[in-house]
């Protein structure tokens, strides 16, 4: 049986929205269309980026170009029933504290979480996915603002940290790496954490996780090894629920 409670959520968490050699999203479009189905409508949230207009814009044309229309949070008057109203919402990179604070500002959280469980698809990119987890404690971005809480939206219960790089055995960088930084958190905290690397996709669905996308992942657990994972891998058993972190 799985450990991983079945639910109605739709989530799909990518690593990094480009890759090495690509552009906006290319290496992840697959996995997109494949993702939103029917829905025609999606709601962009681009507040992990200062120049929102400009992020909009973006957003829009690749995923006009993908055949689905795209509105942004911020030329909405009133976003939570923009997100009531929405066939599945889109949540970009950038920095992650930025993203955090105004998705308190806007108050979004609660209605994001409701839609969430009742099976509207989410999208997730770097920060985007970061907030997806109960907490961004996880997160490699610099606090350039306080949110008023490090809890985030809570759709999965693992921690994400994107971007996640292995230790170069020939680098002469003598400050902590990622997965001692991670392994830092499991001394105060007990909740999984997903190192994604670039090109990693988490898709999320009836309960399932599995790892998709063109890079495996690397799975942290308290007081456990390391475990290595790949595209194609069921990660339910690695991701289970365990007690949350201090808060």
């Known amino acids: 049986m799985s450990s991983v409670k079945a639910s109605n959520k739709q989530v799909l968490l990518i690593s990094s929205s480009r890759i090495y050699g690509s552009g906006y999203l290319d290496h ?3 996995q997109i269309r494949d993702f939103l ?7 962009f949230v681009p507040f992990a980026l200062y120049d929102r207009d400009g992020y ?3 957003a829009r044309e690749r995923f006009n170009s993908m055949g689905y229309e795209l ?6 008057t009133d976003a939570p029933k923009a997100v009531e109203q929405a066939e599945a919402v889109f949540i970009g990179g950038g920095n992650t ?8 500002d806007y108050e979004l959280l609660v209605p994001i979480r409701g839609r969430v469980a009742a099976g509207m698809p989410y999208i997730g990119s770097s920060a985007g996915s970061n907030v997806a987890g109960p907490t961004i404690k996880t997160t490699k971005d610099m606090p350039i603002v306080q949110p008023p809480s490090f809890n985030a939206l809570g759709l999965v219960p693992f921690q994400i940290s994107p971007h996640y790089q292995d230790p170069d055995p020939d680098s002469t960088h003598m400050g902590e790496t990622q997965e001692e930084r991670i392994i830092q958190f499991l001394e105060e905290n007990e909740t999984t954490v997903v190192g994604m690397r670039e090109g990693a996709i988490l898709h999320i669905s009836g309960g399932s996780v599995m790892l998709k996308g ?9 007081g456990l090894s390391p475990v290595e994972t790949q595209p194609g891998d069921e990660l339910n058993e690695l991701v289970a629920s365990q007690s949350q972190e201090k808060r």
Request: a positive charge; proline letters at 0%.
């Open 28 to 30: 992840a479009e697959a």
């Open 37 to 43: 189905g029917k829905a025609a409508r999606v709601l």
């Open 56 to 58: 909009a814009k973006l």
């Open 71 to 76: 509105l942004s949070a911020h030329e909405v």
């Open 97 to 104: 504290f930025r993203l955090l604070k105004a998705l308190y």
């Open 214 to 222: 063109i890079r495996g992942a690397r799975i942290f657990r308290k």
